[in-house]
């Protein structure tokens, strides 16, 4: 009878305890989440482009998004030769056809070489290979390390811009500037949203 009366009385103590317990447990889960939220939801500045060919016609679209990461480029693609091309962030947002030269060269704020397999590289502007399909469609997602869209010393978006470029061969990622890509297929320039 006592030990009975004892434990009926200690489980709502030991109730009490756990709910005290689990309240100031949930409120620390709350703020966590809150705080590591704020970088990627709602998103950071972000820009987007819509990718042309030298006759005009849309070949896909990119986004870049901020984030506490850097800048997470996202390429869609559609209706370019099926394989491996070379997708890179230029440094000039202007996308004259039929070249496509008026991009400039790759977004390299930081002076270094080409290619993330180059031993002086890589530029900021490099990306890996977008891979695409038979029927002429693929996408990409990158994120460049620390890049900034309008704040810092080297915003993507300066006065001159940036684009994205899809090219006509795969990026050999070493070949200095221009990883050996060829031709420039598609080309937009990059504006906030
Ligand atoms: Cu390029």
Request: with cysteine; hydrophobic share 40%; aromatic share 2%.
């Amino acid at each position: 009878m006592t030990v009975r009366t004892k434990a009926t009385l200690a489980l709502p103590m030991m109730t009490a305890a756990m709910l005290m317990l689990g309240a100031c447990s949930s409120d620390n889960k709350g703020a966590e989440t809150a705080s590591s939220a704020v970088p990627s939801s709602p998103a950071g500045p972000s820009a987007k482009a819509v990718l042309l060919a030298a006759d005009g016609s849309q070949k896909g679209t990119a986004q870049v998004v901020e984030t506490a990461e850097g800048l997470t480029v996202t390429v869609s693609v559609t209706g370019l030769p099926a394989g491996t091309h070379a997708a890179h962030v230029h440094t000039t947002g202007a996308c004259t056809a039929p070249d496509f030269a008026s991009a400039g060269g790759h977004w390299n704020p930081t002076k270094h070489q080409h290619g993330k397999d180059n031993p002086q590289g890589m530029h900021m502007g490099d990306m890996p290979n977008i891979l695409l399909g038979a029927d002429g469609s693929g996408t990409l997602e990158y994120t460049i390390p620390g890049g900034k869209l309008a704040s810092g010393d080297a915003p993507l978006l300066d006065a001159d811009g940036a684009a994205i470029v899809i090219h006509a061969a795969a990026d050999d990622m070493k070949t200095d500037p221009t990883g050996n890509a060829g031709g420039r297929l598609a080309c937009g320039v990059l504006s906030a949203s």
